[in-house]
């Protein structure tokens, strides 16, 4: 946005030069002016791409019988270049392998697709699944705004798609098993007004009990984050009445002094870091997805601004993300995954992932893999790969998948229990150790005795 | 206070681009879209160097060192063959920009990467907590911006110079090579544009499209402060630097904002002063 303003800028004060007459001088300024306010629209993603108008229905190309002798291809999209799009390449890699080293029910052909973080690449990349590749199925996808981008491609394609990044609700708007929606089902993460929900639950049951009682939020402005943020202001002054009794009553709210809002490219927080300092918060509840998360756990832990820091940090699951920032005492949930014995298949996961990558697994990853092992399952069940059978069977899912059991609600959207674990997923906070090892501390029946524990710089009462 | 000490700092790293770009048309006449490219290459470079095990100043310089290169490349391969014809200068030197762009997404892809910083920790200037990385190069970039501007108003080079930005023709009858001058111009733009880049790594990413921002902030600080004028670079630079801080520090959301209003008022100060702050009305 700033580009293009610049460039704009750049390109009307030229135009004006050139108007009164400064011909030699001004046309070659206003020549460039304009380049780079193409140069900055393109960079900008403002451009189309290469976006074809309308996908052929894939469904029936996949109308065959699921034998073992059978291969499911699977197309899956996402941001190659940053670790969460790596992530869902390489989860659903490692499904694939595994299922096929079993060889049972149809082999997996994974078909990965860059969607290079950018929304008209990740529909190019769903019409070309239906159109060339002829897949069967879908999943992956990233941040919200590439998996909104690509549903209304997604339900003319006729094509079954699992979501396993996005956190938005409305990834999920109007979908029921009979409409045109029905395709789209959503495996992880749990969608962002649940988080939301989880969130304010810790705040004000959990983190009040650590002694905090002035809480601020530092969010991305992003598509999953705004209604999340928008619930927590709602939620932690008043967790009964915004959850409808979900909390109960007897819970009381807690002091929300400020908002603060940063871009996703962010890299200085300085600012919304002294705003919340000086309204007199002692917790900010951080609230991003991609890179930026980085930057903000670095200066946080750098500056050391006297309130302790914790939320969604997606970059924060990472595995090299303490050796930069070195923020320890930061927390982070509920949307992360850790190598805990969460479900049966959390360890298995992520020491199969380490093996094969040398990384630690993101959220994404995860979701990825369960999502292939949900469609392969279905798939398996159903005994054959036709679209409609594979959504009959999909909405039945009742596994145990690596961040517990997973199960789709009437919308096809997973389940979330904050209390019983198989009922639904569950969600878990880790806090960052001195030793940059990462340890589950809230909810206590995962946490194996260990307590959060204040961040350097931060005294607690 | 904040807005002050932070401002003072944005301000110099800003000024250290643009200056470059602003010496660049102000002497050889050359709008030089690649000037961002520069940023890009010292900063990809050190990190580079540093990944190879270098000590960090090593890579530093390096990272500076090949940003001078490159703009010695550029004057002599690709300026210089199409110097007269301005049209193709700015073609030719964005066509270099997207290449360099889709060299760096060849070799290091889109993930972003980040510079170790030279310091690490924080320190308090003025009753402002900082990360000392930001304020090392804050530093670093006003001294070089001094340094610049007293060789340009101080030695026999400045004036040979300043010589050639005035008067082309007139600077070879007193024996000056403007070519050879715009050639060293050239170079030492894209050694501070390298050397910005550089200094930003460690607290900002390196990514493939890094260029285009100092570029774009270049573009309009140039304009604001008067085509080619030094002084009205460097006044320009503060002032867009501390506007930066001073709404990101005073308006709700500032960070969002900031873009919107940074451009709002050049746009403002244009209309009512198009010339920008010190340049020359053409008659």
Request: some cysteine.
């Amino acid at each position: 946005m700033e580009n293009v303003g610049l460039g704009v800028v750049a390109w009307v004060t030229t135009a004006r030069g050139w108007y009164e007459g400064e011909h030699m001088l001004r046309k070659k300024w206003a020549v460039a002016c304009t380049v780079v306010a193409m140069s900055a629209l393109a960079a900008c993603g403002e451009s189309g791409g290469d976006v074809a108008s309308d996908p052929t229905t894939g469904a029936s190309a996949g109308a065959s019988a699921a034998g073992s002798g059978e291969t499911f291809k699977i197309g899956v999209f996402g941001p190659e270049q940053i670790p969460q799009g790596e992530d869902v390449r390489d989860g659903a890699l490692l499904a694939a392998k595994e299922l096929n080293a079993k060889g049972e029910g149809p082999q997996v052909e994974i078909v990965f697709c860059d969607s290079e973080a950018k929304p008209e690449k990740a529909i190019a990349c769903i019409t070309k699944f239906a159109q060339q590749d002829k897949v069967q199925a879908i999943s992956g996808g990233f941040s919200s705004a590439e998996t909104l981008a690509i549903l209304d491609t997604v339900k003319r394609a006729k094509l079954p798609y699992v979501s396993a990044g996005a956190a938005a609700p409305d990834v999920v708007k109007g979908v029921d098993s009979t409409g045109p929606g029905k395709y789209i089902f959503r495996i992880g993460p749990v969608n962002s007004l649940n988080l939301a929900a989880d969130m304010c639950l810790t705040v004000t049951t959990k983190l009040t009990k650590e002694g905090f009682s002035k809480f601020g939020i530092l969010h991305e402005d992003a598509a999953f984050a705004l209604p999340l943020v928008e619930f927590l202001n709602a939620c932690l002054p008043n967790p009964s009445a915004a959850t409808k009794g979900a909390i109960p009553a007897a819970v009381k709210g807690v002091e929300l002094v400020g908002t603060e809002k940063h871009t996703p490219a962010a890299t200085d927080f300085s600012a919304q870091f002294k705003s919340l300092k000086d309204k007199g918060a002692d917790f900010v509840i951080e609230v991003n997805s991609t890179q930026v998360g980085i930057q903000l756990g670095k200066q946080w832990a750098t500056l050391k601004p006297g309130f302790a820091l914790g939320g969604i940090n997606v970059s924060g699951q990472s595995s090299a993300y303490f050796d930069v920032t070195k923020a320890v005492g930061e927390l982070n949930g509920p949307a992360g995954i850790v190598r805990a014995a969460v479900s049966e298949k959390t360890i298995p996961f992520f020491d199969a992932f380490m093996a094969e990558y040398k990384r630690d697994p993101l959220y994404n990853g995860a979701a990825t893999y369960d999502g292939i092992y949900a469609l392969h399952e279905a798939a398996a069940r159903a005994g054959a790969l036709d679209a409609d059978t594979l959504v009959t069977e999909l909405e039945k899912t009742d596994r145990v998948g690596v961040s517990g059991v997973e199960k789709f609600n009437e919308q096809h959207d997973v389940i979330y229990s904050a209390t019983d674990p198989k009922a639904g997923l569950s969600l878990l906070y880790f806090q960052y150790q001195a030793d940059g090892s990462k340890k589950i501390v809230y909810p206590e029946s995962l946490a194996d005795g260990n307590t959060y524990q204040a961040p350097p710089g931060v005294t607690l009462p | 206070m904040d807005v002050l000490v932070q401002g003072a700092l944005t301000s110099a790293v800003i000024a250290l681009v643009a200056l470059g770009f602003s010496l660049v048309y102000g002497v050889g006449g050359i709008v030089n879209l690649a000037h961002g490219s520069f940023f890009m290459i010292g900063a990809y470079s050190a990190y580079a160097m540093s990944e190879t095990g270098a000590p960090l100043l090593v890579s530093a310089v390096v990272g500076v060192l090949a940003a001078t290169l490159a703009g010695v490349l550029l004057e002599r391969l690709v300026i210089t063959p199409i110097r007269h014809q301005e049209v193709a200068v700015l073609i030719a030197t964005l066509a270099v920009a997207i290449l360099v762009q889709s060299g760096v997404q060849f070799f290091y892809g889109g993930l972003e990467r980040q510079l170790p910083g030279f310091v690490s920790g924080a320190v308090t200037v003025f009753g402002v907590t900082l990360q000392q990385t930001r304020v090392l190069a804050g530093l670093v970039a006003l001294v070089t911006i001094v340094t610049v501007l007293l060789v340009l108003t101080r030695t026999p080079t400045g004036r040979m110079v300043r010589a050639v930005a005035q008067d082309e023709e007139a600077s070879r009858l007193i024996g000056v090579r403007p070519e050879r001058v715009t050639l060293y111009v050239l170079a030492i733009g894209a050694g501070l544009a390298g050397l910005a880049g550089v200094l930003t790594a460690p607290y900002g990413v390196l990514t493939p499209t890094m260029w285009l921002l100092p570029l774009t902030q270049a573009f309009a600080i140039v304009i604001l402060g008067g085509l080619g004028s030094i002084p009205g670079t460097v006044l320009a630079s503060v002032v867009v630097g501390f506007l930066d801080r001073f709404v990101a520090f005073n308006v709700k959301d500032g960070d969002i904002k900031v873009g919107l209003v940074t451009v709002a008022v050049i746009l403002a100060t244009l209309v009512l002063r198009p010339q920008g702050f010190l340049g020359k009305v053409a008659r």
